[in-house]
């Protein structure tokens, strides 16, 4: 019988405004386990875990390493200490602010099923709905990725060089992205739909861990075109966190004016739609059945 660890890590969820408990209680149903790094903090994260009761939940407490600041390498460690502990036949990696839509489990559930006995299916791919501003709108430029490994077979070595991704190490070859299936169900991702306060938390706390500063969040800004209007439901799970937590009244600026990143992203938006190509970056190689 198929089992299914699913993991995460955490600090500080309660002060950066994270849906995390939402996020945990979307994906439990489809896990066996689910194994969470909790990191030390100024908060009431690891209470609010705890006051959870759930059976499945595995809570590790961690030290993060302050002198690990090089490209968020500190959240690859802390994801990994958490993925370790795994013990499923698949291990599904779901961040503090990504949530599942409770009619997309089965799907999701059927997939790892369809998949678990073919070894050429490392990984399992998620499309991705990147709210922004508010949840009415949706980022599609290049610069945000559109599917994203998010479920790793437990039995291959890997390992994670920052909190997003997963490197398959072949013997003791130089590492690549995972052989991956497509999962058929997206992630709603909400770290860029919450509060100006949470946001200039976020952005002020983060930034030692990239070594560069982040400047103060002013406010939600971006290229209106790589926007569009958001036509499908929420997570029902995440209902009540977005009418006390997430922005709602943002309207994207039709008079912002573009920088350099967003020209050339304007231009690999123009060729994707006249070569019929995607030019986001991938983290996997999709393999053909």
């Keep these: 019988m198929m089992k299914v660890s699913g993991f995460t890590f955490l600090r500080n969820g309660s002060l950066l405004g994270y ?16 194994v969470v790094a909790v990191g030390a903090g100024e908060d ?4 609010r875990l705890r006051a959870m009761n759930e059976p499945k939940l595995i809570i590790l407490e961690t030290q993060w390493n302050e002198k690990m600041q090089d490209r968020g390498y500190v ?24 949530v599942l839509h ?11 099923e369809q998949h678990l006995d073919d070894p050429r299916v490392e990984a399992l791919v998620f499309d991705y709905h990147h709210f922004f501003g508010s949840p009415q709108w949706v980022a599609t430029g290049p610069a945000w990725y559109r599917r994203a490994p ?22 003791n070859k130089r590492g690549r992205y995972p ?8 992630i709603y991702h909400y770290g860029h739909v919450r509060s100006i306060a ?46 006390y937590e997430a922005e709602a009244h943002y309207v994207p ?22 070569l019929g190509i995607d030019l986001t970056k991938k983290h996997y190689v999709l393999i053909n059945h």
């Design 102 to 112: 409770e009619r997309d489990l089965p799907t999701i559930r059927a997939s790892m």
């Design 75 to 98: 959240y690859a460690q802390q994801k990994m200490i958490a993925q370790f502990n795994c013990t499923g036949d698949w291990a599904f990696y779901l961040e503090g602010d990504e």
């Design 19 to 34: 849906p995390f408990i939402e996020s945990i209680r979307s994906v439990l149903p489809i896990c066996d386990e689910f």
């Design 198 to 243: 949470a946001m200039r938390e976020k952005n002020q706390q983060v930034g030692k861990y990239w070594k560069h500063d982040h400047p103060l969040f002013a406010g939600y800004t971006i290229d209106p075109q790589v926007l569009v209007a958001f036509k499908g439901s929420h997570p029902p799970i995440v209902s009540e966190w977005l009418a």
């Design 150 to 171: 998010r479920i790793i077979r437990n039995s291959i070595r890997n390992y994670s060089p920052d909190g997003l991704f997963f490197v398959v190490m072949d013997k």
């Design 44 to 47: 009431d994260t690891l209470e």
């Design 179 to 186: 052989r991956a299936a497509l999962a058929n169900a997206p």
């Design 253 to 274: 600026n039709p008079n912002h004016q573009p920088d350099r990143r967003e020209l050339r992203h304007r231009r690999q938006r123009w060729l994707e739609g006249i």
